[in-house]
Nanobody
Framework: QVQLVESGGGAVEAGGSLRLLCTAS????????LGWFRQPPGREREFVSG????????YHSDSVKDRVTISRDKFSNTVYLQVDFLKPEDTAVYYC???????????????????WGQGTQVTVSS
């Protein structure tokens, strides 16, 4: 069973940066895509970034693509999300996700990801 554990969230001032980590276990991740969604208060979950495990190819939401970097470390099975120039509207619970069945889609749809972490809270103050 795939397990995803997020860390690195917290409170940050606007303009700052944050790096979130997702440690994945329970499978060999060749063939998977892993990524991040977030859920702002009172809103639906929204896609942030994704990465193809094998190639390292990335895809991002248009709303954040200029401020985020996603990367992975195959040796530690860890996915990183760096968010720079944080804004109060980045306040959300950030979820790590993974999928293999629909990995080829590089989807921005939450329904396309089978595995979800518990989430980590990011709060950006103005």
């Amino acid at each position: 069973q795939v397990q995803l554990v997020e860390s690195g969230g917290g409170a940050v001032e606007a303009g700052g940066s944050l790096r979130l980590l997702c440690t994945a276990s329970g499978d060999y991740f060749s063939g998977y895509v892993l990524g991040w969604f977030r859920q702002p208060p009172g809103r639906e979950r929204e896609f942030v970034s994704g990465i193809v495990w094998n190639s390292g190819s990335t895809y991002h939401s248009d709303s954040v693509k200029d401020r985020v970097t996603i990367s992975r470390d195959k040796f530690s099975n860890t996915v990183y999300l760096q968010v720079d120039f944080l804004k109060p509207e980045d306040t959300a619970v950030y979820y790590c996700v993974a999928d293999i069945k629909r990995a080829y889609e590089r989807s921005r749809d939450a329904n396309a990801y089978e595995y979800w972490g518990q989430g980590t809270q990011v709060t950006v103050s103005s």
